[in-house]
Protein backbone atom coordinates (compact mmCIF):
# COMPACT_ATOMS: atom_id res chain seq x y z
CA UNK A 1 0.00 0.00 0.00
CA UNK A 2 1.57 3.17 -1.05
CA UNK A 3 2.14 5.46 1.81
CA UNK A 4 2.92 9.75 1.68
CA UNK A 5 4.07 11.66 4.22
CA UNK A 6 4.52 15.45 3.75
CA UNK A 7 6.70 17.73 5.79
CA UNK A 8 8.07 20.64 5.94
CA UNK A 9 4.97 23.47 6.24
CA UNK A 10 5.54 26.28 8.83
CA UNK A 11 4.60 30.27 9.48
CA UNK A 12 7.13 31.49 6.83
CA UNK A 13 7.69 35.40 6.44
CA UNK A 14 6.23 36.92 2.71
CA UNK A 15 9.36 37.05 0.48
CA UNK A 16 11.16 33.58 2.04
CA UNK A 17 11.27 30.45 1.36
CA UNK A 18 10.65 27.10 2.38
CA UNK A 19 11.01 23.44 1.02
CA UNK A 20 8.36 20.50 1.20
CA UNK A 21 9.21 17.45 1.49
CA UNK A 22 7.10 14.08 0.54
CA UNK A 23 8.44 10.72 1.64
CA UNK A 24 6.71 7.44 -0.14
CA UNK A 25 6.63 4.10 0.75
CA UNK A 26 4.87 1.47 -0.31
CA UNK A 27 5.28 0.75 -4.24
CA UNK A 28 8.10 1.56 -6.69
CA UNK A 29 8.32 5.09 -6.80
CA UNK A 30 10.41 5.16 -9.90
CA UNK A 31 7.00 4.31 -11.31
CA UNK A 32 4.77 6.78 -10.35
CA UNK A 33 4.35 10.62 -11.60
CA UNK A 34 4.21 13.00 -8.50
CA UNK A 35 2.36 16.07 -7.93
CA UNK A 36 1.68 19.02 -5.48
CA UNK A 37 -1.49 20.41 -4.50
CA UNK A 38 -2.41 22.89 -2.58
CA UNK A 39 -6.18 23.72 -0.33
CA UNK A 40 -6.38 27.68 0.57
CA UNK A 41 -9.11 28.50 3.28
CA UNK A 42 -12.56 28.20 1.64
CA UNK A 43 -11.03 26.92 -1.43
CA UNK A 44 -11.32 24.06 -3.76
CA UNK A 45 -7.89 22.18 -4.11
CA UNK A 46 -5.76 23.20 -6.81
CA UNK A 47 -2.80 21.75 -9.15
CA UNK A 48 0.80 23.26 -7.71
CA UNK A 49 3.79 21.21 -9.66
CA UNK A 50 4.59 17.88 -10.87
CA UNK A 51 6.57 15.35 -12.31
CA UNK A 52 6.75 11.89 -13.96
CA UNK A 53 8.88 9.20 -12.68
CA UNK A 54 11.71 9.37 -15.09
CA UNK A 55 12.08 12.86 -14.04
CA UNK A 56 11.56 15.10 -16.78
CA UNK A 57 10.30 18.68 -17.62
CA UNK A 58 8.27 19.22 -14.59
CA UNK A 59 4.52 21.03 -14.85
CA UNK A 60 3.73 24.46 -12.79
CA UNK A 61 0.90 26.20 -12.23
CA UNK A 62 1.11 29.70 -13.81
CA UNK A 63 1.11 31.30 -10.82
CA UNK A 64 4.11 29.37 -9.36
CA UNK A 65 6.32 29.22 -12.05
CA UNK A 66 9.73 30.81 -11.63
CA UNK A 67 9.14 30.87 -7.93
CA UNK A 68 8.53 27.02 -7.32
CA UNK A 69 10.81 23.84 -7.78
CA UNK A 70 9.52 21.03 -8.15
CA UNK A 71 12.22 17.48 -7.75
CA UNK A 72 12.82 14.14 -6.98
CA UNK A 73 15.25 11.88 -5.27
CA UNK A 74 14.39 8.46 -7.35
CA UNK A 75 17.08 6.41 -5.05
CA UNK A 76 15.71 8.19 -1.42
CA UNK A 77 11.90 7.95 -2.71
CA UNK A 78 11.56 11.48 -2.11
CA UNK A 79 9.67 14.05 -3.51
CA UNK A 80 10.35 18.18 -2.59
CA UNK A 81 8.84 21.32 -3.72
CA UNK A 82 11.04 24.18 -3.00
CA UNK A 83 9.24 27.45 -2.72
CA UNK A 84 10.34 31.01 -2.64
CA UNK A 85 9.52 34.51 -2.86
CA UNK A 86 6.21 33.53 -0.87
CA UNK A 87 3.20 35.69 -0.76
CA UNK A 88 0.31 35.89 0.97
CA UNK A 89 -1.49 33.81 -1.78
CA UNK A 90 0.48 30.57 -1.55
CA UNK A 91 -1.03 30.05 1.91
CA UNK A 92 -2.71 26.59 2.38
CA UNK A 93 -2.38 22.81 3.13
CA UNK A 94 -0.22 21.62 0.75
CA UNK A 95 -0.74 17.84 -0.93
CA UNK A 96 1.50 15.56 -1.94
CA UNK A 97 -0.28 13.11 -4.37
CA UNK A 98 1.59 9.62 -6.30
CA UNK A 99 -0.35 8.14 -10.06
CA UNK A 100 0.58 5.52 -11.57
CA UNK A 101 -0.28 5.87 -14.59
CA UNK A 102 -0.91 9.28 -15.38
CA UNK A 103 -0.15 10.79 -18.85
CA UNK A 104 1.54 13.97 -19.57
CA UNK A 105 -2.08 15.32 -20.62
CA UNK A 106 -3.20 14.66 -16.74
CA UNK A 107 -0.69 16.00 -14.71
CA UNK A 108 -2.83 18.65 -13.74
CA UNK A 109 -5.42 16.54 -12.84
CA UNK A 110 -6.26 15.47 -9.54
CA UNK A 111 -8.49 12.43 -10.10
CA UNK A 112 -5.09 11.13 -11.86
CA UNK A 113 -3.62 10.60 -8.72
CA UNK A 114 -4.11 7.34 -7.18
CA UNK A 115 -2.30 8.50 -3.20
CA UNK A 116 -2.61 11.31 -1.27
CA UNK A 117 -0.35 12.00 1.69
CA UNK A 118 -2.32 14.01 4.30
CA UNK A 119 -1.10 17.15 4.24
CA UNK A 120 1.07 19.98 5.32
CA UNK A 121 0.38 23.38 5.66
CA UNK A 122 2.39 26.85 5.06
CA UNK A 123 1.07 30.07 6.60
CA UNK A 124 2.48 33.11 5.00
CA UNK A 125 3.44 35.88 7.15
CA UNK A 126 3.43 39.58 6.63
Not at 42 to 62: C, H, L, Q, S, W
Request: glycine share 14%; net charge positive.
Amino acid sequence: QVQLVESGGGVVQDGGSVRLSCAFSGGAFRTYSMGWFRQAAGKERDFVAAIKGNGGTPRYADSVKGRFTVSRDNAKKMLYLQMNSLKSEDMGVYYCAAGARIISSTLETQTAYDHWGQGTQVIVSS
